[in-house]
């Protein structure tokens, strides 16, 4: 079985600051494709999750350009530069190469 | 505009079963797989099922934690998924969001969920 470990809750950021989350996979995901299909949700409190990253560094339309991600094999980040209210919520990494696996989630908070 | 609404969940006692249904609109849903992803109160997500398009014969898959309990059917004439939970138990009291799946493997869009609640 996949498994895609995420940190409980990030390191508490300032807004304005930088905020990284990680998520490390128990396997490669890199496909028999050549494509690694990782992906980054946000779900925001009480709303449904929302694609943020596909294929690892790719930000989905409407998305702002301070979310990016980054990784290979196994080892992957998301980073929100400039924190902003509206980021908080919880991050989950998912990966589509193996048995559609999300992460358990990286609470954001704000110091 | 990609719609997706889930409707079915309620009270069901354990044991009983229940059929959810995902209407959507504003795409051409015979092209896309649609997926349940499910998130008990409190905790992460949990992909459930997905069916694929008429291209691929309809294969549907399911998490290896359900898969027994779990059918997930579509009917492209009235662009809607289905998902038919048997044997339900407590731990399966959740939201089920019915998800499209693009073809990129991302889920692009959600539904705003249905509850699911198992007590007697």
């Known amino acids: ?111 | 505009e990609v719609q997706i609404l889930e409707t079915g969940g309620g009270l069901v006692k354990p044991g009983g079963s229940l059929r959810l249904s995902c209407a959507t609109s504003g795409f051409n849903f015979n092209d896309y797989f649609m997926n349940w992803v499910r998130q008990a109160p409190g905790k992460g997500l949990e992909w459930v099922a997905q069916i694929r398009n008429k291209n691929y014969n309809y294969a549907t898959y399911y998490a290896e934690s359900l898969e027994g309990r779990v059918t997930i059917s579509r009917d492209d004439s009235k662009s809607s998924v289905y998902l038919q939970v048997s044997s339900l138990r407590a731990e399966d009291t959740a939201i089920y969001y019915c998800t499209r799946l693009a073809p990129y493997w991302y889920f692009d869009f959600w539904g705003p969920g249905t509850m699911v609640t198992v007590s007697s």
């Open chain 1, 1 to 111: 079985d996949v498994v895609l470990t995420q940190t409980l809750v990030a390191q508490p950021v300032r807004l304005g600051d930088q905020a990284s989350i990680s998520c490390r996979s128990s396997q490669s995901l890199v496909h028999s494709d050549g494509h690694t299909y990782l992906e980054w949700y946000l779900q925001k409190p009480g709303q449904s999750p929302q694609l943020l990253i596909y294929e690892v560094s790719n930000r989905f339309s409407g998305v702002p350009d301070r979310f990016s991600g980054s990784g290979s094999g196994s080892d992957f980040t998301l980073k929100i530069s400039r924190v902003e209210p509206e980021d908080l919520g919880v991050y989950y990494c998912f990966e589509g190469t193996h048995e559609l696996t999300f992460g358990s989630g990286t609470k954001l908070e704000i110091k």
